[in-house]
Every structure is written in structure tokens, then in C-alpha cells.
């Protein structure tokens, strides 16, 4: 591209020409730090893919390709975020490849269209998978984290709330979650219901790209914008064929002529449709060229990069931080590895009696500072302030050591 001629710098960042400042983000890839920061090669590749049109649908198919090798599973699709994946999820499980039903969602009055999850997995995001149109089952009293029992969810408490009303099973991914995915996909596939699991926040390590397809679920959603360094508003659907294929006639634009379509056959098997949806449910979540490119460039190195190398260059951005808050008075810090995620980080454990302000109030100075470093804020009920590299850029420990020092001055 050519230089513009311009009104500002040259080293002026387009958020202080639109008033804004930057932020230092100690914490992780979450959305509401606008994720992480992308390689060079990952940015590029978007501004390059926005330079030319082509058949979104092609795209998609071409996607479906890698991203069905690199997950082992038959299809996939890229999304606009993992949560986009999850509605597009429960919208293939309750629709099929009805064009009828995939016009009526949200509306699923007469269908199947409960979605039956352990109580001890709900959370903010399944949302997402109501948004359809489907109807939540809780099952089980997690009473191991009440401090009341030790149970959690049992596979026959799965099985008798599976009725003809049925539409999928939802299985949040996490170390702890019980009953383990192996023990629902056995009842499921006996009761003939698809799984759909939550893997958004399950990478690394990346051999979890195919851990959950391997072990029998339907449909497995991924967040682009976390571990895999891709655009922040996107994510990965990959499953069972017929399902992508529903999830994708419910997301792609279809103004035309059925007669006219010809859809790639890595997505579409059109000898199987009787016709497509007007425009689906998934159209709110549109997903464009530019992240699809820059989905499958990111993941492109993220399943190169060599995992040691990356381990390496965390922990030195942590040990800048860690050497950094050495000997302070009122906070004791502890450099700490695989931990949180697999990564290393930074603890920082603050004295509430000697500075007279907490954890939680530590982050909110350094937050509402300037410059403002957000760190992670998943340990304050411990007492305790976490510093997280992955999105970390070079020059940053240094930021984050001066203002902790200058917070505990200041107290
Ligand atoms: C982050 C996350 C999501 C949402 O992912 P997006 O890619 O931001 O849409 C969903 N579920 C879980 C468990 C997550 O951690």
C-alpha cells in the first residue's frame, strides 16, 4: 500500500488519533481487553484479504478443510467467537437441515429443543446456546462445591432427563467438570442425541484441537481470539457433517436462487437439501473474510510454534516482572509455572494489614492509573494479584514493576 499523506505522526497509534490510551494488559486474552495482540503476520494477512472478494462460501469451504485436519473432525466452520459457535451449535441441533425449522428459530415451539447440561456447568456463556431458541435442563446438586457433599452431576441423572423433547447435551470443558465427556457420549450415543461441548478457553495444549472430536463429541467450539492469536471476534465450529452444514446454511447469506447455488462440496452435500433459509439466525454473527484469513494464519503458527520456545519467552516476560517486585514491603511476590493455563505468571500476595488496602483494591489503583495495567484479577478473594504474559508485549514487565512500586509507595 502506499503512504497516506497524514495529519498525524507517524508513530502515533490510531487510538491516540481517535482520543483513547492504551492499556497494558497483565491479565489475558479477555474480551474485554480487546483479547490479544496479533503477530505481524496474522494483521497482514487480514489488510491482504480484504484487498480482494470471493465467494464466502468457498472460503468457508476451503476453512472447513484445514480446520477439519487440524481438529480430526469431518467439517468445521469458522465462527465469530466461540459463543457464536455455541448459538450456531444449538441452532444445527435443533434445526437439522429443515429449512422450515432454521426459518422459525428462535421460535421452537413443537420441536425438540431442550438442551440438557450439569447445573455444575452453567455459566454466562450458554447464553449463547438458549439464544437459539433452546430450553436449558439443569441436571444434578454440585453440592462438592457447596462444601455440603462431594457429588456432583451423575451419567444417570443425564440419561433420565433425556425425553423426545431432546435436542443435544451441552458439556462445558474444564479439568474439573464431571461426569467426564467419555461417560456422556456413551449415554448419548445410546439415546441418540448430540454432545456439544465448550472448548473455548482449552488451548494450549494444542493436541485439545482433537482431544474432544476424538472422544466422541458432535460438535466441539473454540475461541479464535484466545491461545490461537487469531482476530478477537473468532472462533471455530467443528463436528459432525451434517450438523456444520446446518450450522453453516444458518450463517451464510443465501439471497439467491437454490437453482443458482453451487456450494462447495467440503461443506454442502446440496443432493440432501430441499432448499435454504432465508436468512438464518447465525446472520447476527456474521463473520467476515478478513477473519476467516486471519483465523487460519494464526492457527497456522500457533500449531508451528514450538511449545518450549514459547514457554521460554513467557517466562522471561514474567521473570522481568518477578525480579522487578523483589523485596517489596507489604507484598510478597512468587514467579509461579504451569499454574494458570499451563504458562507461568507472577503472584503477588498483598499484606491487607500493613498497606491498608487490598488485592482487589490494587487492581482497581492500577487499573484507574496511568499508564493503566490490567491484571488478573482471578485470586484477589486469596489476597493475592496475578500477572499473566501471554499478552504481554516487550517493554511491558517494566511498566507493570513501576507502577505496583509506585501504588505501594503511595499507600
Ligand atoms: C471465552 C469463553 C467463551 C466465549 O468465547 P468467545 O470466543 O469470546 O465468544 C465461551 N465459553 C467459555 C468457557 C469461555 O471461556
Redo the contacts with the bound molecule.
Sequence with gaps: MTAKKSSHRPNESVYQRLGLRTIVNASGPS?RLTGGIMRPEVAEAMAEASQWCVDLAELQGRASEILAEATGAEAAYVTA????A?MLASAACLAGLDPAKMNRLPDTTGMANEVVMARSHR?M?DHAVAQAGARLIEVGIPDRFSGAGVRDAQVWEYDAAITDKTAAILW?AQAHSEPTLPEIVAVAKRRGVPVIV?A??QLPPAENLKKFVAQGADLV?F????AIGGPQAS?ILAGRRDLIQSAALQQLDHDTYFEQWSPPASLFDKSKLVGFPASGIGRASKCGKEEIVGLLTALKFFLEENTEERHRRLLALCQEVANGLKGLKGATVNLVDKKYKGAPAVELIVDEDALGFSARDLVKRLQDGNPSVHANHARVRDGMVVFGPTCMKPGDPAIVVERVRAELKAK
Design positions: 474480551t467467537g466461540a459463543s457464536a455455541l455459566n456463556y462445558v465448550d473455548a478457553g467450539a475461541s479464535g481470539g484466545k472462533g
